[in-house]
């Protein structure tokens, strides 16, 4: 069983720019999909970003495509959400998370992911 543990978030101003990191332990995530996921208060939770295995391929929502990158080391044992020009609406609590396989299909989905983190928050303010 994979616990993934999300770090990172934090108090900060329009235009600027963090990073999220994820790391696991239990067992390493280097041969799975892994994703970002996000949930602002009274929202449903809504995709962010996906990774492959090896991280040669890359996915990204509408709101994210030009201002967010998702990365992971080559170990894979790490998967970053870069967030850059971040604006109030970005606020909300972060999720990674991870699917065992290969398969990228239906990557947006919540229902695919097999395993999660418990998520960090972070908060953008005007």
């Known amino acids: 069983q994979v616990q993934l543990v999300e770090s990172g978030g934090g108090l900060v101003q329009a235009g600027e720019s963090l990073t999220l990191s994820c790391v696991a332990s239990?067992?390493?995530?280097?041969?799975?999909?892994m994703g970002w996921f996000r949930q602002a208060p009274g929202m449903e939770r809504e995709w962010v970003a996906t990774?492959?295995?090896?991280?040669?391929?890359?996915y990204y929502t509408n709101f994210a495509n030009g201002r967010f990158t998702i990365s992971r080391d080559r170990p894979g044992n790490v998967v970053y959400l870069r967030m850059s020009s971040v604006q109030p609406d970005d606020t909300a609590v972060y999720y990674c998370?991870?699917?065992?396989?290969?398969?990228?299909?239906?990557?947006?989905?919540?229902?695919?992911?097999?395993?999660w983190g418990q998520g960090t928050q972070v908060t953008v303010s005007a």
């Open positions: 990774i492959s295995r090896n991280g040669d391929f890359t």
């Open positions: 998370a991870g699917r065992t396989g290969s398969s990228l299909s239906n990557c947006d989905s919540v229902a695919t992911y097999d395993y």
């Open positions: 239990g067992r390493t995530f280097s041969r799975d999909v």
